[in-house]
């Protein structure tokens, strides 16, 4: 429904462009008739239609915002909260005497309707430009209707849709809109195919749309929304310092890719000399490592890292077949009471059928992930001489595990042997409790369940940096048998 408001206002300003004056002058020109035409009534006719047109005195212009069939109805006192309050203001500068703006009177009120019924961010405005000279005159109004587009409340620089750039027009609003295709033609060809005229918008309903696919930049507020809503799942971060020469061209070869893999991946740039720290740590990315990028799944938050250093081609191939971030295997990763883990060897230690085994997941700057290890070494060197028990750990901020969610820090998890469900340890973070959990064959303690939800309660306090989920909405513990029965 989003889709088809955006189009059918799309139809609207494009339409509004075919029956507004192109140039002043014919606004004039209708006025001066208009004039005329009064001057050939009698003075008799003049006076009686006066009386019977009569307008009831003007209110106090305040800041309150009244509405005509949906329109809100803008003067110089309450524009700017009209721009602060809505997200996306349409406004329409009109001239009450115009023929141009009554034609496109209708039009607008229908659209005006359809965006509040559906609870839209955007609204539409008018302004009557004769009344509100200062507003003409600052957002330049020289012909009517003339129609503005105000983007998040930003009054210097609004989007104009006028006379003959309703094409530019049309081209700029599909570049904002990553998530619909948008198209132009001239082809008589193409008009007879779909018995469609010239300056129409035809919406194919039928075709699944695609994202754009240019490059989003990060340093445009309004790109948000448009990165964390998009219907494409699949992020591709590029990490490019703006102030080096090569990397700025390197970008613009990449959007090469970006075009091959339109509408499986939204390519995103982040710029370096800019970047906020905290989503330079999520993807484990330092200043010095780019040019770089990251891949991120959004549905299941699992990142993927470039095989090399950038080049157009590891790009495509990351895109084609992302795989997930690993540091190198450790030389003495097995000689401790931890085992330490990376994805290069997880599958092989976790998944071994042989072995139970405790993992935990861990990020260098949790504060509770420092709390818990040297606990989590105790508990290693308790198990140290039990061959079918391993405990280990992961740095889960500097490798991904595919089939492993993760959802804050630490997160533990056990791995039991043979073919059984993987465990979510929600238990207390004692040695007591977990050298139960593990005795048990992963089994908690009954007896602690009402300690369980405190601890939760402080499990909660991990999920920040990027979690989604908090602790009461991982997965139950699955109740498996214990260890050594059948």
Request: charged share 30%; aromatic share 8%; glycine share 4%.
């Amino acid at each position: 429904m989003r889709k088809l408001l955006w189009v059918s206002l799309l139809a609207l300003l494009l339409q509004a462009s075919c029956i507004q004056a192109n140039h002043s002058d014919d606004s004039t020109e209708e006025h001066r008739d208009a004039q005329d035409d009064t001057t050939k009534e009698t003075p008799k006719e003049t006076s009686a239609e006066t009386d019977e047109t009569e307008q009831p005195p003007k209110r106090e212009k305040t800041t309150e915002i009244e509405e005509e069939q949906g329109i809100m109805v803008l003067h110089i006192n309450n524009f700017d909260r009209a721009l602060s309050e809505t997200r996306h203001l349409m406004v329409e500068f009109y001239a009450p005497w115009c023929g141009y703006c009554r034609r496109f009177e209708p039009i607008y009120a229908e659209a005006a309707g359809m965006l509040k019924e559906e609870g839209s961010e955007m609204r539409l405005a008018k302004v009557d430009a004769i009344e509100e000279k200062e507003l003409a005159e600052e957002f330049n109004v020289d012909s009517f209707p003339t129609v503005k587009l105000f983007m998040n409340g930003d009054r210097k620089e609004p989007i104009e849709y006028t006379g003959n750039e309703a094409a530019a027009v049309f081209k700029e609003v599909a570049f904002d809109l990553t998530d619909v295709e948008f198209a132009v033609t001239a082809s008589p060809e193409v008009f007879k195919e779909y018995e469609v005229t010239a300056n129409k918008v035809v919406l194919f309903k039928k075709v699944r749309l695609k994202p754009s696919s240019g490059l989003l930049s990060t340093e445009r507020q309004c790109n948000a929304d448009k990165i964390f809503t998009s219907r494409v799942r699949l992020h591709c971060l590029l990490f490019i310092n703006s102030t080096v020469e090569s990397q700025m061209s390197l970008l613009e070869e990449s959007k090469t890719v970006a075009r091959e893999f339109k509408g499986k991946v939204l390519y995103i740039l982040i710029d370096m000399t800019t970047a906020v720290s905290h989503v330079l740590n999520y993807f484990g990315v330092l200043e010095k490592d780019s040019p770089t990028v990251r891949m991120i799944n959004m549905d299941t938050q699992k990142k993927f890292k470039i095989a090399s250093e950038m080049t157009i081609d590891s790009l495509r191939q990351l895109s084609q077949e992302p795989y997930l971030r690993s540091e190198e295997i450790p030389e003495d990763w097995d000689k401790g009471p931890v085992k330490v883990l990376v994805a290069k060897n997880f599958e092989t230690v976790a998944m071994d059928p042989t072995k139970n085994v405790f993992v935990e997941f861990y990020a260098p700057w949790c504060g509770h992930c420092k709390e818990l290890a040297p606990i989590w070494e105790q508990l290693g060197e308790i198990y140290a001489d039990h061959d079918d028990i391993i405990i280990a750990k992961m740095d889960a901020t500097a490798n991904e595990v595919e089939s492993v969610a993760i959802d804050g820090f630490p997160t533990l998890k056990y791995f039991p042997a043979g073919d059984k469900e993987v465990i979510s340890y929600t238990g207390n973070r004692d040695l007591e409790t977990l050298s139960k959990f593990l005795d048990n064959g992963g089994v908690l303690p009954q007896e602690e369940s009402d300690e369980d939800d405190d601890d939760e309660d402080e499990a909660d306090k991990d999920k920040d940096h990027g979690a989604k989920t908090s602790a009461e909405t991982r997965p139950p513990q699955a109740q498996g048998p214990v260890k050594g029965s059948t």
